[in-house]
């Protein structure tokens, strides 16, 4: 009886450390130290949000998470026109404007991972998934550049790397 649940024990083992589990990853542009981790599910839908530094409002950055390295940009999401941000419609992009709010969809944009300069001072920018919000500049620092991609790594691949996370922000 003893082998029996020493087997039982081990078979569950190896079928935990051999999960695959998708994680939602911040990396440090040129050191790719990793800043930030989530748990994720392909298909679903991740926000930046910030600041614009002219206008003052707010922008929503909405990105699906189709497959690692195959990030599109889904639609922006603002409420006044101001530097950097898209001044009309181009190529098959949409445009509809509700409660005073510009909608761009129809983007033909794909990124491997998204690139986010964080703002030293007025953006904020905010990483929104499931229901957790992290601001970007406590994560890594204000003024640095990150990127937000989607990987596959084993269970115990993740719960090791969350533990370095919280080690160094302890």
Known sequence: MKKVIIFLILIIAAFICAWPVYVLEVRADGTEELVYQQLAKAGDTFDVVWTHSVTLQPVIETYRLEAPGKIPI??????????????RPEFNQKWTINEGKFIVTGYEMVFERVPVTIGAAIADHTLRYAKKEVRLKDAYRPGGYVHIGLVRNRLPEYLYKEVNIWLKNR
């Open 74 to 87: 889904v639609r922006m999401i603002f409420d006044d026109n101001g530097p950097n941000l898209p001044a």
